[in-house]
């Protein structure tokens, strides 16, 4: 049986095998990134009233910095006091919408296929919001999108292994540092 040392190396060392991968794309996130502040028009899937969850700190942090943003949850009401939308299908303009995504990965997988079939600009996926199977249905379906998603190894419990990279921040995290 492995010790608990060695387990902890290992995880490690797989939580640090996606930087090797994603450090030499910082000019690719730029470029993403330009895309997907581009837009005129912004939503964040995921977004809630409750002020602890990163969907709601996120859809916040855009409306501080002016951006026109919706949220888009059907299990609640509002978010920061703004109506929230059911569904993608219900953006007014969803070519000309960016779109955050701050949920489980079977979920995100469903907001995807409705984001690919409405032609949604880009998408950024946050934390913990994707899986391999999530990141399967990018590659091959996803091709007019523009994508966003940080690294994550996701551990038998299904939990994702996280880490601070700097050549993939969280829209958060870009946001603040555009000031």
């Not at 581009?38 to 809630?48: N, R």
């Not at 602890?52 to 859809?59: A, D, M, N």
């Not at 303009?93 to 409705?114: F, K, M, N, Y």
Request: proline fraction near 7%; hydrophobic fraction near 45%.
């Amino acid at each position: 049986m492995p010790s608990l040392l060695s387990s902890v190396v290992l995880l490690s060392l797989l939580c640090l095998l996606p930087l090797l991968s994603t450090a030499s794309n910082s000019s690719d996130l730029a470029t993403t990134t330009a895309v997907f502040l581009s837009a005129p028009s912004f939503a964040v899937v995921g977004a809630s009233n409750d002020e602890t969850k990163f969907g709601t700190i996120v859809f916040k942090t855009m409306l501080e910095q002016g951006l026109n943003a919706v949220p888009v949850n059907p299990f609640v009401s509002e978010s920061q006091g703004i109506s929230c939308l059911d569904t993608l299908a219900s953006l007014p303009d969803p070519a000309h919408t960016s779109i955050s995504i701050v949920t489980q990965p079977a979920v995100t997988l469903q907001i995807l296929r409705q984001a690919s079939a409405l032609g949604i600009l880009a998408v950024w996926l946050q934390p913990g919001a994707q899986d391999e199977t999530v990141l399967q249905f990018i590659n091959s379906t996803m091709d007019d999108t523009t994508y966003i998603y940080t690294p994550a190894i996701f551990a038998d419990t299904g939990g994702p292994c996280l880490f601070d990279n700097p050549a993939m921040p969280d829209l958060v995290s870009t946001l603040e540092a555009l000031g």
